[in-house]
């Protein structure tokens, strides 16, 4: 890879405590009124407590009634969390068919408006609503956040420093959004541009140790600006709560493949990074303007344009990064048991991401209703009909 440093890293870290490298997966979907294809809320027909009677704390409301957001175990390997992430969405989708509803995953319903959209009954988001306003009425988006286990904060803040570097490659991969209330936008990942109008979004700064991030974070309760960790919204963050790194970046895929392409590929990054480390090596850094126009132009064209080799300081083809990213992490894929799943982003490559072939559907029919449909079909698309096991199991 074309940005590989023989620099020492430059935080000190607890090397006795390896990561893990586990894997927990979120998603969430919109619910779908079949009649309309325009979203639908879920609150009237109980989907939200329907779900939670079999996936428990699994299962998620988020703060507009037509959305859903699940949640994975800690999962050993990529393996594993393909078969919870299965199981989960096959779940959801048998309940949604049982009450007349469609289930979708892409990261902003072609026409729907947001201002149509009802409010889930909560207080944390009245008071939310209360202090952004508009902005959190608008915010109609759906996503995928990816964890890997680091349990040690320093590694963490390592790892998100250099990472940071291949967030625009991941984003371009998962790009899913290229519509919004009817408009094609001419962005492949429209939903980004949404999340950043909230604060402390968009990629973070480089940090020199966990106590410069924990004083960053002090300093913000302190001062009013938040009154928790969990309200930094970075593309990348250490998790608040759990011992894990988490990327935010991505558009949520409509297939489960794709989604499992994608955090297979993270694990591999924060792998080979570590790796590194353990060779008193490191990745070079840069700085978050210029990572910033490679993250445009992911959101702008996604894998059909080209992001800034900064090494090489030349333009080249998104999707040759890519194949040279997986290149870079090749040596350390068997070892985490990802080779078959990782194979899949090469069929993104071909196929094109969720953002192009729903833009292909579109031109095709000119057909919003088709576009929502084709989201439908491929977000359900090898999901198990009879969940009657994946119950018993769960009871």
């Not at 979708?104 to 939310?128: C, K, M, N, V």
């Not at 939903?191 to 990629?203: A, D, G, H, I, Q």
Request: net charge negative; proline share 4%; aromatic share 10%.
């Amino acid at each position: 890879m074309e940005a590989q440093s023989q620099g020492k890293p430059n935080i000190s870290i607890d090397t006795d405590i390896p990561p893990s490298f586990t894997l927990g997966i979120e998603e969430e979907y919109m619910v779908i009124d079949p009649l309309t294809f325009d979203l639908k809320s879920h609150v009237d027909v109980g989907l939200l407590e329907k779900s939670q009677l079999l996936l428990h704390e699994h299962v998620k409301p988020e703060m507009h009634g037509s959305m859903l957001e699940i949640g994975t175990n800690v999962c050993k390997n990529i393996v594993e969390a393909k078969t919870e992430l299965t199981k989960m969405r096959s779940i959801i989708w048998a309940l949604c068919r049982q009450n007349g509803l469609l289930l979708g995953a892409a990261s902003t319903h072609p026409f729907a408006q947001w201002e149509d959209q009802e409010i889930y009954p909560d207080e944390r988001y009245r008071i939310l609503i209360r202090d952004m306003q508009m902005l959190a009425r608008s915010l109609v988006i759906f996503g995928m956040h990816i964890h890997i286990g680091i349990e040690d904060r320093g590694l963490q803040i390592q790892i998100m420093n250099e990472m940071r570097y291949f967030l625009p490659h991941i984003l371009a991969i998962s790009t899913n959004s290229p519509f919004w209330t009817g408009h094609v936008t001419g962005l492949k990942s429209y939903r980004s541009k949404v999340f950043e109008n909230f604060p402390r979004t968009n990629l973070p700064d480089e940090f020199s140790s966990y106590a410069e991030y924990q004083a960053y974070v002090d300093m913000l309760m302190k001062t009013g600006c938040i009154d928790n960790a969990k309200k930094i919204w970075w593309d990348i963050r250490p998790h608040p709560v759990f011992p894990t790194l988490e990327i935010r970046i991505c558009d949520i895929p409509m297939r489960i493949e794709e989604t499992i392409a994608i955090a297979a590929l993270c694990q591999a990054i924060v792998k080979k990074l570590y790796t590194l480390y353990t060779k008193n090596l490191s990745f070079r850094r840069y700085s978050r303007a210029l990572i910033l126009e490679n993250k445009w132009r992911a959101v702008r064209y996604g894998l059909d344009g080209k992001l800034i080799d900064f090494g090489k300081q030349k333009e080249v083809p998104t999707r040759d990064l890519i194949r040279e990213l997986l290149e870079f992490v090749d040596d350390v894929v068997d070892e985490l048991g990802s080779r078959k799943e990782l194979e899949f982003i090469h069929e993104i490559l071909e196929m094109g991401s969720g953002a192009d072939r729903q833009i292909k559907v579109y031109e095709d029919t000119k057909s919003f209703d088709e576009v929502v449909a084709y989201i439908h079909k491929q977000s359900t698309m090898g999901l198990h009909d009879d969940v009657g096991p994946y119950i018993k199991e769960m009871r």
